[in-house]
T-cell receptor, first 115, second 109 residues
Framework: IAGITQAPTSQILAAGRRMTLRCTQD?????MYWYRQDLGLGLRLIHY???????GKGEVPDGYSVSRANTDDFPLTLASAVPSQTSVYFC??????????????FGPGTRLTVL | GQNIDQPTEMTATEGAIVQINCTYQ??????LFWYQQHAGEAPTFLSY??LDGLEEKGRFSSFLSRSKGYSYLLLKELQMKDSASYLC??????????WGAGTKLIIKP
């Protein structure tokens, strides 16, 4: 693994189904993030974690949950998917959260369609 | 509220220079980032400004004026591979990035 990986690359999901998007980084970064990107809108933060064992809510957390059992993995779960969750989801990481200048490194993204 | 504004789309000619502007209003300021995003790919880091002035990195330069809430990204000697979206993001007082919608740059031969 080099950098951040995400799985699956794309998924079509029936409304009401549960789905977990996976994210793994091998850079030993403390902070990790989940964003969604929709046409015409900027990236919007869903949840973040500044270290293993802690998580926080971003701008658009409703309908999503995360966990951070270890440094490397940060899965995002949709408990009961709805069509408005159709989006491209990016996982990102940075060395720290509470320090200016920390660039964020992004995974390749998961394209999710909820029908 | 927090707001980042940048033009939706710009067109430029190969070999020319283009300036992409970004204005912002945020709760606190811990720096401004520019990212490049090719279609269907992840954003990649270009530059970071926290103090007023110009930061130069090869063909790309980024300028910041904190008093005006303004930044620009300057791309010189444009190449076809520079066709991409350019994202402006400000780190607020909680160290979270607030993102603009991005500027799609089209390079014509």
């Amino acid at each position: 693994i080099a950098g951040i990986t995400q799985a699956p690359t794309s998924q079509i999901l029936a409304a009401g189904r549960r789905m977990t998007l996976r994210c793994t980084q091998d850079m030993r970064h403390n902070a990790m993030y989940w964003y969604r990107q929709d046409l015409g809108l900027g990236l919007r933060l869903i949840h973040y974690s500044n270290t293993a064992g802690t998580t926080g809510k971003g701008e658009v957390p409703d309908g999503y949950s995360v966990s951070r059992a270890n440094t490397d993995d940060f899965p995002l779960t949709l408990a009961s998917a709805v069509p408005s969750q159709t989006s491209v989801y990016f996982c990102a990481s940075s060395y720290d959260l509470d320090r200016g200048g920390n660039e964020q490194f992004f995974g390749p993204g998961t394209r999710l369609t909820v029908l | 509220g927090q707001n980042i504004d940048q033009p939706t789309e710009m067109t430029a000619t190969e070999g020319a220079i283009v300036q992409i502007n970004c204005t912002y209003q945020t709760s606190g300021f811990n720096g401004l980032f520019w990212y490049q995003q090719h279609a269907g790919e992840a954003p990649t880091f270009l530059s970071y400004n926290v103090l007023d002035g110009l930061e130069e990195k090869g063909r790309f330069s980024s300028f910041l004026s904190r008093s005006k809430g303004y930044s620009y990204l300057l791309l010189k000697e444009l190449q076809m591979k520079d066709s991409a979206s350019y994202l402006c993001a400000v780190m607020d007082s909680n160290y979270q990035l607030i993102w603009g919608a991005g500027t799609k740059l089209i390079i014509k031969p």
